[in-house]
């Protein structure tokens, strides 16, 4: 399988952890407890109260008192904010996004490099995959690039493949009537933008006349970078000035409805969807779900409380409510057979409750708490954005299906960084925010099911390699001893068309 894009991380991003005085409790690891609001009394066993007597307790009120004297904190609040929150709860998904976004210390707040190959491979020139890994990753070494994606990689294969879809599509059902009206998020270099619209005017010159290309982009130095790819491009290949709009704004602030039928592209973006993390109650199978208590030194702890945000409501509903749901699968033959397995992919619902019980009786704190889900409430707030913003969209989206190294629970994240050119992976989301990467894989059968739920619209899933099977060039990228490494790598990966 192909590494993940991050994996291959290099140059900018450098951690520098700042040095403090204050003693920290590690012990106290948030993989480890889990502290239930209101907490039940029966959970105080005999190795909880040898354990708060020996080590450094953080707390000295009672686990509810400590929860109600924080104030909660939303990540649209710190947007702009310059210090790193403290004396705060946040909901696990404003945390991720905060770590990740926030204007000042979030990850993708510094220079973001993506790989942009000096110009295409010629893959009738080069004799198999490894000599084609052997060329990029020399060009790769040479760039100061923080990751790769296929659009770049493959240019201009990828993005054409991508033009004859929307093309074919376009001519089925929208053509001649309206115009053909295209929208990026996240459009990375421009590259996607470019190859698409080349491949249109070249083959389509009628349509490219009545053909608009706008992005949705949240950082602003990738932003100014569409534009000038679009430029130097505009004055190579002569496309039209007037055709391209930039918007340089987070999806999740679209705020203007958008009537007219459009393309919506969304490539590589579902994997820093923020998510909220649920426990289930293992006596009543009751979802808590978790917030991240910022102490007064920045230190983190993990509350789970009942209530829930709208998002993971919506969530778990939509879930129970559709193709995939967990209760009626774990009341099957097949669900109770999975309650003997040892299974770390098993959903914390399926896994057997004496076998948890026994565990929270030797690991205190975590009161007849199941194992963690990671829930897509992102994702669920994008499907309903395009919903009512985008009603006459059809969907291009691709991202990774599957992420080696993930932290633990049912459908965790990587969380990763790179130390003198190394890539570290680490256990927990609840690390200093901004040095680290967040990464989710997206279930894209249940993605699909979501889809269908929220907008009404049905969805087609194909992995990377069927879809481009479908739509790409294949001989063009075909190297001479008839290997294809387009349709070989990103196998991890998965497209959702509608
Ligand atoms: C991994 S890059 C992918 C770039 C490009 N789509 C490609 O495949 O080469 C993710 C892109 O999404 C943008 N992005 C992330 N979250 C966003 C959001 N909420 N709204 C708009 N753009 C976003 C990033 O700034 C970046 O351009």
């Avoid at 520098?16 to 204050?22: A, E, F, M, N």
Wanted: charged letters at 25%.
């Amino acid at each position: 399988m192909f590494l993940p894009k991050r994996s291959l991380f290099k140059g900018s991003a450098k951690p520098h952890i700042p040095q403090t005085k204050v003693h920290y409790e590690y012990s106290i690891s948030p993989n480890t407890y889990s502290f239930k609001v209101p907490s039940s009394k029966k959970t105080l066993n005999p190795i909880q109260m040898i354990y708060k007597n020996a080590v450094n307790f953080p707390f000295e009120k009672s686990i509810n008192e400590v929860y109600q004297s924080y104030p909660t904190l939303s990540s649209a609040q710190q947007l702009n904010r310059k210090e790193r929150p403290r004396g705060v709860i946040m909901s696990t998904s404003d945390f991720i996004e905060d770590s990740l976004y926030n204007k000042h210390y979030g990850y993708f707040s510094k220079e973001v490099e993506i790989y942009h190959p000096e110009k295409p491979f010629n893959y009738s020139q080069v004799n198999n995959v490894d000599e084609f890994v052997k060329i990029w990753s020399k060009s790769y070494e040479k760039s100061k690039s923080l990751w790769h994606t296929p659009t770049e990689l493959f240019s201009p294969h990828y993005g054409e493949s991508l033009a004859r879809y929307i093309l074919i599509t376009y001519k089925l059902g929208i053509y001649p009537y309206e115009d053909l009206v295209i929208y990026e998020m996240g459009g990375g270099n421009g590259t996607l933008m470019c190859d698409i619209l080349s491949y249109i005017k070249k083959h389509e010159p009628e349509i490219y006349e009545n053909t608009q290309y706008n992005i949705i982009e949240i950082s602003s130095q990738l932003a100014k970078k569409q534009e000038n790819s679009y430029r130097k491009k505009l004055k190579g290949q002569g496309l039209s000035a007037d055709k391209l709009s930039i918007f340089n704004k987070s999806i999740f602030d679209w705020e203007t409805v958008v009537e007219e039928p459009c393309f919506f592209i969304a490539l590589e973006v579902f994997d820093n969807f923020a998510h909220d993390v649920i426990k289930y109650d293992m006596n009543t199978g009751e979802p808590f779900e978790g917030k991240v208590l910022i102490d007064k030194q920045g230190d983190f702890y993990q509350f789970f409380t009942q209530e829930l945000s709208q998002y993971s409501t919506a969530y778990l509903n939509l879930r129970e409510n559709g193709n995939f749901s967990i209760l009626d699968y774990s009341n099957s033959l097949r669900g109770k057979l999975d309650k003997f397995k040892f299974n770390k992919t098993l959903h914390p619902l399926l896994e057997s409750s004496i076998r948890l019980k026994i565990k929270n009786q030797i690991l205190p704190f975590n009161d007849y708490l199941s194992n963690p889900e990671y829930i897509p409430t992102r994702l669920v707030k994008f499907f309903n954005i395009l919903k009512h913003k985008f009603p006459n969209h059809s969907l291009i989206s691709s991202d990774f299906h599957y992420l080696p190294n993930t932290i633990n629970g049912y459908n965790g994240p990587v969380v990763q960084t790179v130390i003198n050119g190394e890539t570290i992976d680490v256990r927990t989301y609840m690390v200093q925010q901004g040095y680290f990467d967040i990464m989710f894989a997206t279930n894209f059968e249940l993605a699909s099911d979501l889809y269908r739920q929220i907008t009404g619209k049905v969805s087609k899933t194909s992995t990377h390699k069927k879809f481009l099977e479908e739509w790409a060039d294949v001989e063009a990228t075909t190297t001479r001893n008839g290997e294809n490494p387009m349709l070989d790598f990103y196998r991890n990966a998965s497209f959702l068309t509608s």
